[in-house]
């Protein structure tokens, strides 16, 4: 599956971003979709996660309560709200996705298997 995400900009504190990212080549819905991001000097780091239906999602704890994670099948995307940003937010934002979720492997940047470009995403105090 070819993942492409978009929306990453500079904003200030306390503001919002919403990052988008359009599958294709395979079947959206059979994938779990998310994002990761990696700050400068830091290793990639999982952000949220979705499940297939989008009836179940995942958050790390430094984003719960001020990011939203949803996804659209019939569009093909998924997408990550981000709200109350702050500078430690910074980091450049990569869309995920793999057949299978679990708790063990989506903490691991290396066992996720499809990987965007990734959309910078940067926060100004």
């Known amino acids: 599956v070819q993942l492409q995400a978009s929306g990453g900009g500079l904003v200030q504190a306390g503001g919002s971003l919403r990052l988008s990212c359009a599958a294709s080549?395979?079947?959206?819905?059979?994938?779990?979709m998310g994002w990761f991001r990696q700050a400068p000097g830091k290793e990639r780091e999982f952000v949220a996660a979705?499940?297939?239906?989008?009836?179940?999602?995942y958050y790390a704890d430094s984003v719960k309560g001020r990011f939203t994670i949803s996804r659209d099948n019939a569009k093909n995307t998924v997408y990550l709200q981000m709200n109350s940003l702050k500078p430690e937010d910074t980091a450049k934002y990569y869309c995920?996705?793999?057949?299978?979720?679990?708790?063990?492997?989506?903490?691991?940047?290396?066992?996720?298997?499809?990987w965007g470009k990734g959309t910078q995403v940067t926060v100004s105090s």
């Open positions: 979705i499940m297939w239906s989008g009836s179940v999602t």
């Open positions: 080549g395979r079947t959206f819905s059979n994938y779990v």
């Open positions: 995920v996705a793999d057949r299978v979720y679990s708790d063990y492997a989506w903490r691991r940047a290396a066992d996720i298997n499809y």
